[in-house]
């Protein structure tokens, strides 16, 4: 990850709020757990924040919330949050797996859209 990181830093410093973003819904929907995700996402993108144009104290701010609505990204089996809604939401797995995965996508594209609001009053 770090090679391909020092690689491509040119091409993630344009992406700015959508890289915090992206790895973390990566590592999300790869591994199931938002904590896992939230972590090393931030973890990776600590020290670049200045590489990425977020080195403010309130761009760094919104970089965090970008990687909190990547980790709530798309829910499934492999994610514990998946098996409470189902579970509790007295669902079959068949009708989880139609709901879940669309809803938390589009909450954390919600999440995002909401990131690039502020981030467009703020800077």
């Known amino acids: 990850m770090v090679d391909f990181i020092k690689q491509n830093a040119q091409t993630i410093s344009l992406l700015g709020l959508m890289f915090p ?20 996402t931030a973890g990776t993108v600590a020290p670049m924040l200045s590489t990425i144009g977020l080195a403010t104290p309130a761009l760094a701010a919104l970089a965090v919330i970008a990687i909190g609505a990547g980790a709530m990204t798309v829910s499934h089996a492999n994610d514990s949050y998946f098996w409470v809604v189902t579970n509790f939401g007295a669902m079959n797995v068949e009708d989880g797996y139609k709901t879940q995965p669309l809803g938390t996508l589009v909450t954390g594209i919600a999440a995002l859209i909401n990131v690039y609001l502020i981030y467009f009053f703020i800077r």
């Open 21 to 40: 973003f992206l790895l973390s819904a990566i590592l999300k929907t790869a591994q199931g757990s938002s904590t896992v995700a939230l972590m090393t």
